[in-house]
């Protein structure tokens, strides 16, 4: 029973940045593969970007390629989403996952055991 907390989320402006962060109460979090996915209002939950446990590779959709970038504080036990060049489409709830030791598809909700509350995301024009 691994606790998720994000944090960071508000309302920025269109081509401004937001650091979001997932806090888990695992002390080998390293061990834990980490993705994050974002639910627009009348959309299903989409992937947007993770890190893979102990080596770290990271992963991105292609609508947040070049402009977000998820990074891992394994002494901290925490994992950052640093959104840069927002605009109005990155408006969601975003949502922290973490599963231990996942060897399935990183990019596939359902391959996750747990989930934070969720961060609101708002970008204006």
């Known amino acids: 029973q691994v606790q998720l907390v994000e944090s960071g989320g508000g309302l920025v402006q269109a081509g401004g940045s937001l650091r979001l962060s997932c806090a888990a109460s695992?002390?080998?979090?390293?061990?834990?593969?980490v993705g994050w996915f974002r639910q627009a209002p009348g959309k299903e939950r989409e992937f947007v970007a993770a890190?893979?446990?102990?080596?770290?590779?990271?992963y991105y959709a292609d609508s947040v390629k070049g402009r977000f970038t998820i990074s891992r504080d394994n002494a901290g036990n925490t994992v950052a989403l640093q959104m840069n060049r927002l605009n109005p489409d990155d408006t969601a709830v975003y949502y922290c996952?973490?599963?231990?030791?996942?060897?399935?598809?990183?990019?596939?909700?359902?391959?996750?055991?747990?989930w934070g509350q969720g961060a609101r995301v708002t970008v204006s024009s």
């Open positions: 695992e002390r080998s979090f390293n061990t834990y593969a």
């Open positions: 996952a973490a599963k231990h030791n996942l060897y399935k598809s990183i990019y596939d909700r359902k391959n996750y055991d747990y």
């Open positions: 890190i893979t446990w102990l080596i770290g590779t990271t």
